[in-house]
């Protein structure tokens, strides 16, 4: 494979969200992939345009054995359901060597042909399902060694704008822009909705957009496969085609994501729009309301008539900060009373936070309602159950901190109503009651606190303080 210039170096147009000067980037600075030469020479003249280099001979590197190896330790490490085969980690891990060398045998023969996906339906926040595309482990594979093998090419020219599924990049970094701009007088927003964003990727240009950094029919071939494997639906077990849409689900599709979006990012920061997106959630920042209108005018024009995609009628929208808008996970807005900038948590995720805990937390079918005397500290640290409870509940806790520990509150206690409900969830648990009654008394927090639920506002005074570190993630 041929070597690409450092993304980051002279010859690369910078463009930024006007901050004031002297002010810190953290690594979160703007800049425009493939920007033009920052020099006042006028260009050489040539007779001919310069051809546009491409990568060939790429098939051989994704079936090659140690790039399947590294994939299959992914997926295993990632662990997750079988796939319409039926087949699950733990099987194929028992002659794992033997299965990596007849699909390495099955690539490089062109003989490989993968399996339509499993449908699944995952219950959305705001109501409804959403759809997900379960790949078999063996396809899951090759998915993930197909990404090891594109995702450097591609890195080399997606924008900075764009954050998710990339490394050193993600929610934090794409908040941490949201948090700058807000900060030094953007006013206005476009706050965006991509209505089934996976459903309704056009194939033709999504391999288009691959084509133009990929030369290797084999590899473009391939990927066309991934896309038109169909989908396994669970009611009837016919398989349905698919014109359309990547499978979500898969390890391919988050790289494939940013290789069809990559036109919009760059189309936008041409133009000189403050624009932040993670995956297909996006939002542009403006000084004026006439120039949020424009830029959304302009996203529009490259999101439906260019790349065939839909935005919500009814979630995209030129908005003020004062008034308020979402972006992943947090509602932004000018509390009205102090006229204080605010971040918290949205609505939706204190729902979906709410549903978490009721989901760890469940009281026993036909539970006995313990008496008062047996509710003791000692006895209940003798309960397996119990303990395991709150060990899962702790974990989920503290994970869940460390995303939204970035609120803007004008309160010493953020999440106090939120830990309230997680007490009288585990109240429930143990006692198998709800509502007002002796158990609470009976339950205390401080009782509580001694079995080991820690709550969410001391662990939030401990991060303020420096003294909490990032919680392990798996794998």
């Keep these: 494979m041929r070597k690409r210039p450092a993304k980051d170096g002279v010859g690369q147009l910078t463009l930024q969200i006007a901050f004031p000067e002297g002010e810190v980037s953290h690594g979160t600075g703007e800049t425009e992939a493939n920007g033009p030469a920052a020099s006042s020479a006028p260009p050489t003249a040539r007779n001919q345009p310069e051809r546009k280099r491409k990568w060939y001979s790429l098939i051989d590197k994704v079936y090659a054995l140690p790039n399947l190896q590294r994939a299959w330790q992914q997926v295993a490490a990632n662990d997750g359901a079988p796939g319409s085969d039926g087949l699950t980690i733990a099987t194929f891990r028992e002659n794992a060597d033997q299965r990596l060398e007849q699909l390495a045998a099955d690539l490089r023969a062109k003989t490989y042909r993968p399996q339509p996906v499993r449908r699944v339906f995952i219950p959305k926040s705001g109501g409804g399902q959403r759809p997900l595309g379960i790949p078999s482990i063996r396809d899951r594979i090759v998915q993930q060694a197909l990404r090891q093998i594109l995702e450097p090419i591609f890195e080399a020219k997606f924008s900075s704008r764009s954050h998710g599924f990339r490394p050193e990049k993600g929610c934090a970094t794409a908040l941490s822009v949201v948090d700058r701009a807000i900060r030094h007088g953007y006013q206005w927003v476009v706050d965006a909705d991509l209505q089934a964003f996976f459903d309704t990727v056009d ?27 169909g989908v396994v639906l669970p009611e009837t077990a016919a398989v349905e085609p698919t014109e359309l849409g990547t499978p979500q689900g898969g390890p391919l599709s988050p790289l494939l994501t940013n290789v069809y979006l990559h036109q919009f990012d760059t189309r936008m920061v041409q133009a000189g729009y403050g624009l932040v997106r993670y995956a297909d959630d996006f939002v542009v920042f403006a000084q004026s309301e006439g120039e949020a209108t424009a830029a959304l005018t302009l996203a529009r024009q490259v999101l439906e008539e260019e790349l065939g995609l839909r935005l919500h009628p009814e979630k995209t929208r030129v ?97 106090r109503d939120l830990d309230g409900y997680v007490r009288q969830r585990v109240r429930a648990a143990i006692t198998g009651r709800v509502g007002a009654g002796w158990w609470n008394q009976r339950l205390s927090n401080a009782v509580l606190r001694e079995l080991g639920l820690i709550p969410l506002d001391e662990w939030h005074r401990h991060y303020q303080s420096g003294q909490l570190v990032a919680p392990a993630r798996k794998g």
């Design 203 to 229: 194939h033709r240009k999504l391999i288009a957009a691959l084509n133009e950094e990929i030369a290797d029919g084999s590899v473009l071939n391939l990927v066309t496969q991934i896309l038109k494997a």
């Design 319 to 415: 908005v003020s900060v004062a008034h308020g808008f979402e972006f992943l996970g947090f509602h932004y807005f000018r509390d009205p009373r102090t006229e204080q900038l605010r971040k918290e948590v949205r609505p939706k995720s204190a729902r979906r936070f709410r549903a978490a805990v009721r989901a760890r937390t469940p009281r026993l079918k036909n539970q006995r309602k313990p008496k008062a005397r047996r509710l003791t500290v000692v006895r209940l640290a003798k309960n397996q159950r119990l303990r395991r409870v709150i060990a899962d509940l702790n974990r989920f806790l503290r994970g869940w901190h460390w995303y939204f520990k970035a609120v803007w509150s004008p309160y010493a206690t953020p999440f």
